[in-house]
């Protein structure tokens, strides 16, 4: 599974780069709402290890795509969990009860009426941090939490990228920048957030993710996966 998730990481620079709308405009139809491939399940089992008790929380799933977060939450009795993502494909596949078509850059929520921020694989797609994590933290309540994972950026910065391969088989990239450990500590220092919490599994390391290819390195970062607290 890995050698398939990894080639599809893997370099090849002739590639198409499609902006994030366009990308999940094609994807969606194939993006059910669980981990469905090993790198996602890496990076599942990553925010999961973050996650505080969710039960009885106010939930936002931020840039929900096909609700994996939103539903998850709802399974460990939050008291809602609302999904907003920028595609409206992403949303049609998506079964949460809430959920709007929004940009993290601008969310149509109160301030200060979410206890727990879950953005999965998502702020890479953004050429800058500082709107959304401004954003995040206006509606956070005093005391929440956000957990916002992203691939790692040495996969990045070793050439690599973010592909999929439409259902009549052409491989397109996806736009994506790297953000280093410090873009994210300056943009969630700026917004009023501390990280207090950050993880960075690697291959190997988790049992989702234990076959490398021959030129991947077991103990190559895959995923970072950041908690911010807003402190009162
Ligand atoms: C890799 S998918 C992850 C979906 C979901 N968070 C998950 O982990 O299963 C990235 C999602 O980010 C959404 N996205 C990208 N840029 C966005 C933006 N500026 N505002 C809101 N959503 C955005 C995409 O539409 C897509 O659904």
Not at 75 to 82: D, H, R, V
Not at 118 to 145: F, Q, T, W, Y
Not at 206 to 222: C, H, K, S, W, Y
Request: include cysteine; hydrophobic fraction near 40%; aromatic fraction near 8%.
């Amino acid at each position: 599974m890995l050698k398939t998730v990894w080639r599809r990481l893997r370099s090849n620079r002739s590639r198409t780069i499609l902006s994030s709308l366009a990308a999940y405009e094609h994807w969606a139809n194939q993006y059910p709402p669980h981990a469905h491939n090993a790198v996602m399940k890496a990076e599942e089992a990553t925010m999961r290890a973050l996650f505080p008790p969710l039960s009885g929380k106010k939930v936002l799933d931020l840039a929900c795509g096909s609700g994996r977060y939103g539903l998850i939450a709802s399974a460990q009795g939050a008291a809602f969990s609302i999904g907003l993502d920028n595609s409206v494909p992403m949303l049609r596949q998506n079964p949460m009860e809430l959920r709007a078509v929004s940009t993290s850059e601008k969310l149509p929520l109160a301030s200060s009426s979410i206890d727990v921020v879950l953005c999965g694989l998502a702020l890479g797609h953004l050429r800058e941090l500082d709107a959304s994590m401004s954003e995040i933290s206006r509606v956070m309540k005093p005391n929440a939490c956000a957990l916002v994972s992203d691939f790692h950026p040495f996969i990045f910065l070793n050439g690599q990228q973010r592909t999929f391969t439409t259902t009549d088989g052409q491989t397109f990239a996806v736009e994506h920048y790297v953000h280093l450990y410090a873009d994210y500590h300056q943009a969630g220092r700026k917004a009023g957030l501390r990280i207090d919490a950050v993880l960075e599994p690697r291959l190997g390391q988790l049992q989702e993710v234990q076959f490398a290819d021959a030129d991947t390195r077991t103990g190559t970062p895959i995923i970072i996966a950041y908690r911010f607290v807003k402190d009162v």
